[in-house]
């Protein structure tokens, strides 16, 4: 999802409890470029809305860097 | 749509509180491990902060900065009126010395104090 929403973003998940629902997301994209970290993690929080809303993931802690 | 009222009381906060942290809990005693992360760094940070417990109004509040920062979760770090970020954000501007830069603040020596152990991951209380 967050790869379709940031075209030419590299998207880790890794699953930090083994249940699915707490999951930790490292993505690389050129959209970050130029823009604070609080928008970076807003574009990708908007990416995986869907799935806090309909309960899927419960948690989702994000790391984002700019790639080049 | 968020209370009008309650949104002009939390933007008068963010006003008035250079550092302002909207937390589950207090700093004294936090309820919620990414809000007791953000207070660990702030607390090595060495600088002056206030702090809001939301869990009395959560979803209230939840409403309110979705309006004003479109940004639903907690902890919250406002700094000079603008939302810097929630745990992950901080800590990553806390390791990068962006964190002291925006405080204005020299980057403190010591590394925050370890978190809650590896084997029991933080409360989400939702």
């Known amino acids: ?68 | 749509m968020a209370d009008p009222q309650l949104k002009e009381k939390v933007e008068e906060l963010i006003a008035a509180n250079p550092v302002l942290l909207f937390m589950k809990g207090t700093p004294e005693m936090p309820r919620c491990g990414f809000s007791m992360r953000v207070v660990q760094v702030l607390d090595t940070m060495d600088v002056e902060y206030g702090a809001i417990d939301v869990l009395p109004a959560l979803q209230p509040l939840r409403e309110v900065t979705t309006e004003i920062s479109d940004w639903q979760t907690f902890p919250q770090l406002y700094v000079n009126g603008e939302l810097l970020g929630g745990a992950d954000i901080v800590e990553e501007m806390f390791a990068s010395g962006e964190l002291a830069e925006a405080l204005g603040v020299e980057q403190p020596a010591e590394a925050p104090q370890q978190a809650a152990p590896a084997q029991s991951p933080p409360l989400q209380i939702e």
């Open chain 1, 1 to 68: 999802m967050i790869a379709v929403a940031l075209p030419g973003a590299t998207v880790e998940v890794v699953d930090e409890t083994g249940a699915g629902d707490h999951l930790r997301a490292t993505v690389s994209a050129p959209q970050f470029e130029g823009i604070s970290r609080i928008d970076q993690h807003r574009l990708v929080k908007a990416a995986v809305k869907e799935r806090f809303e309909d309960g899927t993931i419960h948690a989702l802690s994000v790391k984002t860097e700019v790639a080049r």
